[in-house]
């Protein structure tokens, strides 16, 4: 069964500062991976998504993650925050893409002025 | 261009009360889902559609009901609420014929059950 976990369930960073939010899952085929965005009072938003092309995608809003095998993580960075990157942040799993995508508990980012 | 539109935004029922959660989208997106959001929970898939026609079960499908007459509209049912109902209510869908992530959002249904 696939499974996703988000470690801190809430991260603080100072504007400018990097933010890296952890996400490890657990899959028995190599999975799809991926992380949404939530703001207030919103629906999702996609920010990327991993389909075992290249290890690091990048996404919109200067977010980034890398896929690692090895340490079954998939963790989202973006080397300097602003403000307006403070919302929910979900990372999920497939199994292929025909497959439902299973979400983590997600990840609350405050971003201190 | 709309997206996906949600209503209503705000809801409180009476347990043992019927409503249906409406869903459209102008996208002409094969797949629809709707998601329920919890308090630390995440989202979790309680039915999803491929098609017009076409429904299944998601996670959490139990004291819920789903219809998919038209490309468009992906209406959700709650025939007896229960206070375990209470959560925030997600439509959502896709486009292409082999991609089932969920790529477009509404902006969601709050519903209180007391």
């Known amino acids: 069964a696939q499974s996703v976990t988000q470690l801190g369930s809430h991260v603080s960073v100072s504007e400018g500062a990097l933010v890296l939010l952890r996400c490890n899952y657990s899959s028995s085929v190599p999975p799809y991976l991926f992380w949404y965005v939530q703001y207030p009072n919103q629906g999702l938003q996609l920010l990327l998504k991993?389909?075992?092309?290249?290890?690091l995608v990048k996404g919109i809003n200067g977010f980034e993650a890398e896929f690692k095998k090895s340490e079954t993580s998939f963790h989202l960075t973006k080397p300097s925050a602003h403000m307006s990157d403070a919302a929910e942040y979900f990372c999920a799993v497939s199994r292929s893409s025909y497959d439902k995508v299973i979400f983590g508990p997600g990840t609350s980012l405050s971003v201190i002025p | 261009n709309a997206g996906v539109t949600q209503t209503p935004k705000f809801r409180i029922l009476k347990i043992g009360q019927s409503m249906t959660l409406q869903c459209t989208q102008d996208?002409?997106?094969?797949?629809m889902y709707w998601y329920r959001q919890d308090p630390g929970m995440g989202l979790k898939l309680i039915y999803y559609?491929?098609?017009?026609?076409?429904?299944d079960k998601g996670e959490v499908p139990n004291g819920y009901n789903v219809s998919r007459s038209t490309t468009e509209d992906f209406p959700l049912r709650l025939e007896l609420a229960a206070p375990s109902q209470t959560s925030v209510y997600f439509c959502?869908?896709?486009?292409?014929?082999?991609?089932?992530?969920?790529?477009?959002f509404g902006d969601g249904t709050r519903l209180s059950i007391l």
């Open positions: 996208m002409n997106h094969n797949y």
């Open positions: 959502a869908s896709t486009q292409g014929l082999l991609s089932n992530q969920p790529q477009h």
């Open positions: 991993y389909t075992s092309a290249a290890t």
């Open positions: 559609s491929v098609g017009a026609g076409i429904t």
